[in-house]
């Protein structure tokens, strides 16, 4: 007959290997559970089998909190009888275990409310054993009516301790895995740094704590000039321009080494000796420990945005002196007006050997002289266009050297480069002319013991990245203008001021400082851009942007003298400024005319009235208080809408269109006018009554 205990022994022996089997097949934790518990809970009929573990052991953080004492529920079988998921470190279970190793208690024993954390319990018996320092195995039978007692325990404490050591390989197999997955996505973190950095357009410095450079990106060899070999072991300091004073780089390193990052603009010299702006942050760079590892820096060159907000400024400051100086110019063009018309008429009548013959002829002299000065001032603020005209720009620059090399002197050699597929530009002939006379004698005060000047034409096709860097243009074809001498040169400094009205570096007496902002002032109006290159000893070059256009170049005009011709029709004078009515009465009866005049637009209304039939040319001022000269003639032809106009002013053509004013160029007369001017005008107006008088 058997034996019942030596079958007890057999089948301890068999769970026993059987459960060593079924541990360390695998280094998922979950699954190493699920495979021992279930050879377990199948073998020794238990309802229920639960491993709980020290947060600290799992070592998780998202899990871990303060108190790294507590327990988590890692695994259970069933899972849906598990109510707690975590415990305190406290709690009855793991105390009990700090005096013994495994323990069971029943339902009917004291301490067994406290070690269900399951849902469902009414009965049976909890088997508890520790897994070694790391957590607890935690069993359930719910056959039985008493504890299980301590030799049976006992003989699966050896399998458990093994079972513990299988976790521990778990949990480490976990941490390296982790481990392995941070450092991968470290390292992937850091390619993709590293690869933003590299492509960056900004420059990116790295040094050590002591400032010496351990990293530049390729910008910074390619804005610099430095490749990354050539400022090894190199500090910063490379850079310096001399542009700051050592208190700039004082508060830097201030800043920086008190743990604040520093933001500013910061001038460098580069490797070619060229200076360069940059906006610029300097940061501390600390290791994981949170110790000075050194500095980063970001370096954005902004020196030609800082150009493009130069010229933008400028622009803006030229913009606003014009309309001063145009509105200035206008108030003085009336008084000379006066000055000139009086003085010629008082020339007229003085003897050529008169003892006042002198003095009179210098008033007239010095009035021309301040008359030619407000011409500049108009031409500089708002250029006048009345004769817009599309011309061939190389045929004006020959027709201008032949006229030039008289006046520059035998000792200034005058060239002319002009490419024979130029093309033509939309602009008036004066002003073109004026601008390369006023380049022109620059040159030749530049160059007071002779030189060369070199007068170029080229077609050039501007694409969007240049017109960006030059404000003003727009992107398409174009024609390049260059002036250059072999002079003197100029400064940094006076370069930058050299557009700016009335500035000369000209001794007293010898420049107005208004050429070359009548020059920018000009091209401006004409849709184009100039440019200003020059270097002390080594001449200037302005190089002149103009909006090509694809058409044949008109005839350039050409001025005859012609004799005062006088009349007999009667004119009516609207001028509110008495000096310059006054003057245009005195010429116009000089010249035949019968002469009615008024102060204003409403005076004028009521006069017509008086004169319907007998008026034939109206002379009126543009601008003029409560009625201008536009609205006066409109209501004077509703009467007499044959009645012919001449408009005189002394402001600038665009002036007209900022007030709304539309006038025909060929029916304005500007002042300080002529007597001869005047008479001309009138004569083409009175003589072509057939052509009608459009305003």
């Not at 012609?562 to 116009?588: N, W």
């Not at 039939?613 to 001022?621: A, H, M, P, T």
């Amino acid at each position: 007959m058997p034996d019942p205990a030596a079958n007890d022994v057999v089948g301890t022996i068999s769970l026993l290997y059987e459960l060593a089997l079924s541990m360390g097949q695998s280094l998922d934790l979950d699954a190493n559970c699920d495979l021992f518990i279930r050879t377990l809970l199948t073998r020794k009929n238990l309802a229920f089998g639960a491993v709980w573990l020290k947060a600290s052991a799992l070592k998780n953080g998202a899990t871990a909190e303060a108190d790294s004492g507590s327990y988590r529920l890692v695994y259970a079988n069933p899972r849906v009888r598990a109510r707690e998921d975590r415990l305190p470190a406290n709690h009855p279970l793991p105390a009990r275990l700090g005096n013994m190793p495994f323990f069971s208690v029943a339902a009917n024993e004291p301490g067994f409310a406290e070690a269900v954390t399951e849902n469902g319990i009414q009965g049976g018996a909890y088997t508890v054993y520790a897994l070694g320092d790391i957590g607890f195995l935690k069993l359930y039978s719910v056959l039985r009516r008493s504890a299980v007692s301590p030799v049976e325990v006992n003989s699966l404490r050896q399998v458990v301790a093994k079972f513990a050591v299988s976790i521990e390989g778990c949990l480490a197999h976990r941490q390296l895995a982790r481990q392995i997955e941070e450092r991968d996505r470290a390292e992937g973190e850091r390619r993709t740094l590293a690869m933003v950095v590299e492509q960056m357009e900004d420059c990116v410095i790295i040094t050590d704590a002591a400032g010496v450079f351990r990293y530049v990106n390729p910008a910074f060899e390619r804005v610099t000039g430095y490749a990354a070999r050539e400022v090894a072991g190199l500090t910063p300091r490379l850079l310096k321009s001399g542009r700051h004073l050592p208190e700039f780089y004082a508060a830097l390193w201030k800043t920086v080494s008190s743990g604040r990052p520093w933001r500013d603009r910061i001038v460098n010299r580069l490797k070619n000796g060229s200076l360069a702006t940059f906006d610029t942050i300097v940061a501390p760079a600390r290791d994981e420990k949170g110790r000075p590892a050194g500095y980063v820096a970001v370096l954005r060159d902004v020196t030609r945005l800082m150009e493009v907000e130069q010229q933008y400024a400028h622009a803006q400051k030229m913009e606003s002196i014009g309309r001063l100086a145009g509105g200035i110019a206008h108030d003085f063009n009336n008084t000379l007006t006066a000055v000139l018309g009086f003085g010629s008429l008082l020339l007229e009548t003085t003897p050529e050997d008169g003892p006042d013959r002198h003095a009179v002829e210098q008033i007239v002299l010095a009035g021309e002289r301040a008359a030619n000065l407000t011409r500049q001032l108009l031409t500089f603020s708002r250029p006048p266009m009345p004769e817009m005209r599309v011309m061939d720009l190389n045929a004006l620059a020959l027709n201008a050297t032949h006229l030039l090399r008289r006046s520059l002197g035998e000792d200034v050699e005058v060239v002319t480069l002009l490419d024979e597929h130029t093309g033509s530009v939309r602009a008036d002939v004066s002003l073109l002319n004026q601008i390369i006379t006023n380049l022109a004698l620059n040159a030749r005060d530049a160059m007071p013991r002779g030189g060369r000047l070199c007068l170029r034409t080229a077609p050039v096709e501007l694409d969007a990245a240049f017109c960006a860097e030059h404000a003003g243009l727009a992107p398409g074809p174009h024609i390049l203008l260059s002036v250059r001498d072999t002079g003197t040169g100029m400064t940094e400094e006076v370069r930058r001021r050299a557009f700016e009205p009335f500035f000369t570096t000209k001794r007293t007496g010898k420049g107005t400082g208004l050429g070359l902002s009548v020059v920018y002032g000009i091209v401006r109006r004409l849709g184009g851009c100039v440019e200003l290159d020059s270097r002390p000893d080594a001449g200037t070059e302005v190089r002149i942007w103009l909006p090509r256009v694809e058409a044949r170049g008109d005839t350039l005009p050409v001025e005859l003298e012609e004799k005062v011709v006088g009349g007999r029709e009667t004119i009516l004078v609207v001028e509110d400024e008495p000096m310059v009515r006054d003057l245009a009465t005195r010429l116009l009866r000089s010249l035949g005319y019968s002469v009615l005049e008024v102060g204003g637009g409403e005076e004028a209304l009521s006069l017509l009235r008086r004169y319907h039939d007998r008026l034939d040319l109206v002379l009126s001022d543009v601008v003029m208080p409560r009625m201008d000269g536009v609205e006066l003639t409109l209501q004077l032809r509703q009467e007499r809408p044959e009645l012919q106009v001449l408009y005189m002013s002394g402001f600038a053509d665009d002036a007209f269109a900022e007030r709304g004013l539309n006038l025909d160029p060929r029916r304005l007369i500007r002042k300080p006018f002529t007597k001869e001017t005047l008479a001309r005008k009138l004569r083409e107006i009175l003589d072509d009554r057939g052509s009608g008088a459009n305003a």
